[in-house]
């Protein structure tokens, strides 16, 4: 026993190689149950009380000894075969992992449980519209100047059409078929015939807001926009108005929040002009409303520190996947 002990040993120490057909030559001389330790082992137990407490001890440290073997063996086959390029195992694994949703979808999806959870429904409307929705029925008169606030994609004179410059056609939509009490955000894709740059873009986001009822003043427009910043930014968000200007809303405001040292404009608002009202049908003196609109982009901007708007329509998976798991 002791001879073959010493002579396997021999063999274990002196054995070479780091192909895998070597490697697994090994495991099946000395490891495998057909292997040469295996056989000591049922020798073994033939043995003696005297002897087997002799060679107890010197039998497995040899099997552990061709184990250790085994191990030292495999890593050099697989050095190996990295060098010989068959398997390149410092590459990264596989990316499997499931995409994100786009930030300015994560920014929507926000915005508009906010609103949903006070009982705001949601509606959608054409991006491709006609001058009445766009423009004339939202008091912005033919030739007035207040055309020229959003620069516009036209696509024909006759009947004017025009890819929408905001969201607030919606509005007239809505109300020339629906009756008030209405209550609706409108989310939806802008376009404004701009220059892209880090700073405006010739397509953007926004929500629109439209609440229509008997009696709804500025202060139900101010607590409900409050509300809005204080969930979307937290609760210590301060919330700033600014009397402003719009066609379609007298009086009108532009929302300020809270931000970092200073203010900055998070959205316009107002109460709907009663001429808007009459535009589509409804008496403006049995009801009034208020309406605001705010870009996603500049929300989504804010939230996550994000100061150039061609990144949100690059695609570049870089920029995108560290959105992974926020919603
Ligand atoms: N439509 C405006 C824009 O795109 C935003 C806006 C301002 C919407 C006031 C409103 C509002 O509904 O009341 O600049």
């Given amino acids: 026993m002791k001879d073959k002990i010493e002579s396997i040993k021999k063999d274990i120490e002196q054995y070479s190689g780091s192909s895998a057909e070597a490697v697994e030559d090994f495991r099946v001389k000395f490891i495998s149950k057909k292997s040469v330790i295996n056989d000591l082992f049922e020798d073994f137990k033939k043995l003696s009380v005297e002897d087997k407490k002799e060679f107890g001890k010197t039998l497995n440290d040899l099997k552990t000894l061709a184990k250790e073997k085994l191990v030292s063996l495999s890593s050099g086959s697989i050095k190996n075969n990295t060098k010989n ?3 390149d195992f410092s590459l990264p694994a596989e990316d499997d992992s499931v995409g994100s949703l786009h930030p300015l979808r994560i920014v929507r999806n926000n915005i508009i449980k906010i609103f949903r959870d006070i009982g705001f429904s949601i509606e959608d409307g054409p991006e491709i519209e006609e001058d ?7 008091n912005f008169p033919e030739n007035h100047p207040a055309r020229e606030m959003q620069d516009t994609f036209f696509i024909s004179k006759d009947p004017d059409t025009v890819l929408r410059t ?3 056609n919606v509005q007239i939509r809505l109300m020339e078929k629906q009756e ?7 989310p939806g894709r802008v376009y404004r015939n701009e220059t892209v740059s880090a700073k405006s873009h010739c397509f953007f986001h926004q929500v629109e807001g439209l609440y229509v009822d008997k009696n709804v003043s500025f202060k139900d427009l101010k607590d409900t926009l409050y509300y809005f910043a204080k969930e979307m930014f937290g609760s210590d968000t301060k919330v700033r108005f600014r009397p402003s200007y719009f066609p379609f809303t007298e009086p009108s405001a532009e929302m300020d929040i809270s931000w970092k040292d200073g203010w900055l404009e998070i959205l316009g608002s107002g109460l709907v002009d009663p001429n808007v009202l009459e535009n589509c049908g409804i008496d403006s003196k049995e009801y009034s409303g208020f309406a605001f609109g ?6 989504a901007m804010l939230k996550y520190g994000i100061d150039d708007l061609r990144l949100f329509s690059e ?3 870089r920029f995108l996947k560290q959105f992974r798991g926020v919603h």
């Fill in 85 to 87: 390029n068959t398997i």
């Fill in 180 to 186: 008030p009490p209405m209550r609706v955000v409108i």
């Fill in 166 to 168: 905001h969201t607030s």
């Fill in 315 to 317: 695609n570049d998976k």
């Fill in 132 to 138: 009445w929705y766009n423009f004339t029925a939202l």
């Fill in 294 to 299: 705010m870009g996603i982009e500049r929300i």
